[in-house]
């Protein structure tokens, strides 16, 4: 499915005791020859993003419910290292067998994630950028198929990669001032990757979700729950209690009913991206260094200076 999507636009292995295994992340159970973690960025690595990567994410624990704190100033925007750092977390706190529920925030109010960092796809370095894109398969595999309930609280902006965060969990508050969520990434010249522009079809629809990838359409709150991409709308002092009551909620449902349900609707499509890893990884940065995509890469960074 996968190369098939790629080729258009110019994706096995859950061992069979992944049920009765249940309390396991669905992403562990699967061959590890195609969900190996790059925990370290190349040797080109710049000093100052080694020394920030120490606070990119915070995790709170308290009692059965996990907090992990996106902490990259200023919006989030997903590098290599706070990818990985994410994917590091969300492993670390499945490893302890009391939290049942992880909810997903912001630091900042203003922004829950801006998305990929672009300036990993303008110019990319050819050893950083396959491990860059491989980093944020990982994430998607990593909080897609995890044990633990998870929920965003999205009290932000939420374009592009930061919806794919939000769309990854299984339950999405959005406080009713926290501004637009979607995927945007024909805006700036480029398309969200089959395991992604897919999840937003199963989302909100094939219709709504076709015109949405195509028009890149960031939407307000109250148009993301009209669509099913938002789970519920609160007002905005609100988001987080409410966040921590679904959190509730999902952690009384015993651990391996929950993972059996959400093998059941999601093993096809972690299956779907495992499978064919290596060769999303090398169709994307293919398709990124196209020489027409750079430029459009480069007009729309030069637009955001402008705006500045």
């Not at 198929?145 to 009290?155: D, F, K, Q």
Request: charged share 25%; proline share 3%.
């Amino acid at each position: 499915m996968i190369r098939n999507v790629w080729r258009l636009q110019g994706l096995n292995a859950f061992v069979n005791d992944g049920v009765r295994k249940g309390c396991r992340s669905l992403s562990t159970v699967v061959s590890n020859r195609n969900v190996s973690t790059s925990s370290s960025a190349s040797t080109s690595t710049s000093s100052s993003k080694v020394e920030e990567e120490d606070n990119l994410v915070k995790i709170e624990i308290d009692n059965n419910i996990a907090t992990l704190i996106l902490n990259r100033k200023p919006v989030n925007s997903l590098s290599f290292e706070l990818l990985t750092a994410i994917s590091s977390s969300i492993k670390e706190v499945e490893k302890d067998r009391k939290v049942n529920s992880l909810i997903i925030k912001s630091s900042s109010r203003a922004t829950f994630s801006a998305g990929l960092d672009l300036t990993e796809l303008y110019n990319p370095s050819p050893t950083r950028l396959p491990k860059f894109w491989r980093s944020f398969q990982q994430l998607f595999i990593d909080l897609y198929g995890s044990r633990l309930a998870t929920v965003a609280a999205i009290e932000g902006h939420a374009p592009a990669a930061g919806c794919m965060i939000a769309l990854s969990c299984d339950n999405r508050v959005m406080g009713n001032k926290a501004g637009v969520i979607g995927l945007n990434e024909s805006k700036f010249g480029i398309c969200a990757p089959p395991w992604l522009g897919q999840l937003m079809l199963r989302s909100i629809g094939f219709r709504n979700g076709e015109k949405a990838l195509a028009l890149g359409t960031l939407y307000t709150p109250q148009e993301a729950l009209s669509l099913g991409l938002v789970d519920r709308v609160v007002e905005q002092e609100d988001v987080l209690g409410v966040a921590r009551e679904v959190a509730e909620e999902w952690s009384a449902i015993p651990p391996h009913a929950l993972v059996a349900c959400k093998t059941l609707s999601r093993k096809e499509f972690i299956d779907d991206l495992i499978q064919n890893r290596d060769e999303d990884v090398d169709y994307f940065c293919n398709f990124i260094t196209n020489d027409k995509v750079q430029a459009g890469l480069g007009a729309y960074l030069e637009s955001l200076k402008n705006k500045k």
